[in-house]
């Protein structure tokens, strides 16, 4: 499950490819600005998380386990320069890497539950911590244009660096 904002921006994952072949150092500290702008949405969503497993049955098991901090710390900021499925680059997202904190997270929000015992479970997640996306969507509003901004920001400083690699600064 990933968290995307439509900032559109035109050739940052060219500028990050060539930043890659002139210094791999310089393009790891390229990624890490662009991710430290995400960091706030992602901090934001992570408090939503709940401190207990939302249902009794994740308290045991093994791949849906619920870990309160494996879910937390699986909420995170991922930069990319590789093209999607309809050839646009996402190149800042926020995502969950947990398995039991995507199922929490969308539980219901493509079908509401395919059998009876499904729909039961999304019917006491929507009750117990509210429609779909629990956590993830949550901060949008609140952020939305602190993060267009900040990334704005680390793409400006990523070009600056590169022009100063390339001499043209």
């Not at 590789?82 to 646009?88: E, H, I, L, N």
């Not at 926020?94 to 995507?102: E, F, L, P, S, T």
Request: aromatic share 2%; glycine share 10%; charged share 25%.
């Amino acid at each position: 499950m990933s968290l995307s904002i439509e900032v559109e921006v035109a050739g940052v994952a060219d500028v990050l490819r060539e930043l890659g072949r002139i210094d791999p150092e310089l393009r790891k500290a390229a990624v890490a600005t662009i991710k430290g702008a995400l960091e706030p949405m992602a901090a934001a969503a992570r408090v939503y998380v709940p401190g207990d497993p939302p249902l009794s049955g994740m308290a045991r098991g093994r791949r849906m386990a619920w870990r309160t901090g494996r879910v937390r710390s699986g909420i995170r900021a991922t930069v990319s320069v590789k093209a999607d499925r309809s050839g646009r680059i996402p190149l800042a997202r926020i995502v969950q890497k947990d398995a039991a904190g995507a199922m929490w997270d969308m539980a219901g929000k493509a079908s509401g539950g395919v059998t009876p015992a499904g729909r039961r479970m999304v019917a006491v997640m929507t009750q117990r911590n509210g429609a779909p996306s629990r956590a993830m969507w949550r901060p949008v509003a609140a952020y939305t244009s602190l993060t267009e901004e900040s990334l704005r920001d680390a793409v400006a400083e990523v070009e600056r660096v590169l022009n100063n690699e390339l001499g043209r600064g």
